[in-house]
């Protein structure tokens, strides 16, 4: 079992910034890949960003150039840094763990249980 916890969601401006934190605990030896989601109301949820295991990311278009993921891997903590933050990044952002390192099947990974960012206009 691995468990997430996310931190750091807040109501800012637009075109201010926040860092989103995820911490996982458990049974992190077998966390290989990483990301970030969000939900808006009403709406599915969506890939932000991701951090493999190979040390790459990737980037949704609606973030890129403003967000960035970052990982410690020494205490398995994932970051979000979202700046120029914009009114459509309104959301619920939920951490995602993949525990592709241990024969384990955990259908869709792990989830927090989500952090609450606003952004007014």
């Known amino acids: 079992q691995v468990q997430l916890v996310e931190s750091g969601g807040d109501l800012v401006q637009a075109g201010g910034s926040l860092r989103l934190s995820c911490a996982a605990s458990?049974?992190?030896?077998?966390?290989?890949?990483m990301a970030w989601f969000r939900q808006a109301p009403g709406k599915e949820r969506e890939l932000v960003a991701a951090?493999?295991?190979?040390?790459?990311?990737w980037y949704s278009d609606f973030v890129k150039g403003r967000f960035t993921i970052s990982r410690d891997n020494a205490d398995i903590t994932l970051y979000l840094q979202m700046n120029n933050l914009k009114p459509e990044d309104t959301a619920v952002y939920y951490c995602?763990?993949?525990?592709?390192?241990?024969?384990?099947?955990?259908?869709?990974?792990?989830w927090g249980q989500g952090t609450q960012v606003s952004v007014s206009s």
């Open positions: 995602n763990a993949d525990p592709g390192k241990c024969t384990v099947v955990v259908p869709g990974g792990y």
């Open positions: 458990g049974d992190t030896h077998c966390i290989s890949n």
């Open positions: 951090s493999r295991d190979d040390g790459s990311t």
